[in-house]
């Protein structure tokens, strides 16, 4: 490890993350970067340096006590209907817009390529 030490604190240290590893850069490290608060590298994401969460419980499920398939025919099939239904008053309307945009997007398209369009646009 390269590192130079100094008396004042403000004065930057080098450090080499692998000893005697010439291709990785230093790294200048102060030592109020160490402190929390201070305005350099805090670390990588889960290990930010930071005080401790506290209060934050997790619960997890054993895979093999979930039952991944169950009441998939008897209950699936009925809420597969029920949930769509209750959006179909959500998503039916955007529909019809597009299918009407697109239909008369394509009957304009043909009629500006026929012989009847032609001569209407350019009055030939």
């Known amino acids: 490890m390269c590192q130079r030490s100094s008396e004042d604190p403000q004065e930057p240290a080098l450090e080499r993350s692998v000893p005697g590893d010439l291709k990785t850069p230093l790294v200048?490290?102060?030592a109020a970067d160490d402190k929390m608060g201070g305005h350099g590298y805090s670390g990588w994401w889960g290990n930010m340096g930071g005080p401790k969460h506290r209060g934050i419980v997790t619960y997890?499920?054993?895979p093999y006590e979930m039952k991944?398939?169950?009441h998939l025919i008897s209950k699936g099939t009925h809420n597969f209907f029920r949930r769509t239904s209750a959006q179909l008053g959500y998503i039916?309307?955007?529909i019809f817009l597009f299918w009407g945009v697109t239909h008369f997007g394509k009957k304009r398209h043909e009629w500006l390529?026929?012989?009847a369009g032609h001569k209407a646009q350019h009055g030939h």
């Open 28 to 30: 200048l490290k102060r």
């Open 60 to 62: 997890q499920l054993s």
């Open 68 to 70: 991944t398939n169950a």
């Open 92 to 94: 039916l309307p955007g």
């Open 113 to 115: 390529n026929s012989k």
